[in-house]
């Protein structure tokens, strides 16, 4: 059973950073790529950005590019997720996932799924 626990969401003024973490447990993740997704009020689970099993090749939404960066780390089995320049558009529930396919740019994409942290970018 594959348990995946994010951290570090919270509220911050537009502009500032936040720096997400998601510590899998119950079996290593090493062979799988990671991702990032995103659920707004009302809206569908979107992609975020993703890192290739191999923490060679990355992935990221238009929304996000150049103010998001995605890095894991193998031997605690966890993922981060550093988002700079935060706006209110930024705003949801983040989610971390597993997959055997990269980039897993779909929900239906991924094997394993965190609880999701609340990240809340005010103006």
């Known amino acids: 059973q594959v348990q995946m626990i994010e951290s570090g969401g919270g509220l911050v003024q537009a502009g500032g950073s936040l720096r997400l973490s998601c510590a899998a447990s119950?079996?290593?993740?090493?062979?799988?790529?990671r991702a990032w997704f995103r659920q707004a009020p009302g809206k569908e689970r979107e992609f975020v950005a993703a890192i290739s099993w191999s923490n060679r090749t990355t992935h990221f939404a238009d929304s996000v590019k150049g103010r998001f960066t995605i890095s894991r780390d193998n031997a605690k089995n966890t993922v981060y997720l550093q988002m700079n320049s935060l706006t209110p558009e930024d705003t949801a529930v983040y989610y971390c996932?597993?997959?055997?396919?990269?980039?897993?740019?779909?929900?239906?994409?991924?094997?394993?799924w965190g609880q999701g942290t609340q990240v809340t970018v005010s103006s």
């Open positions: 996932a597993a997959s055997n396919q990269y980039p897993a740019v779909v929900p239906r994409f991924c094997d394993y």
């Open positions: 119950g079996r290593s993740l090493r062979t799988y790529a």
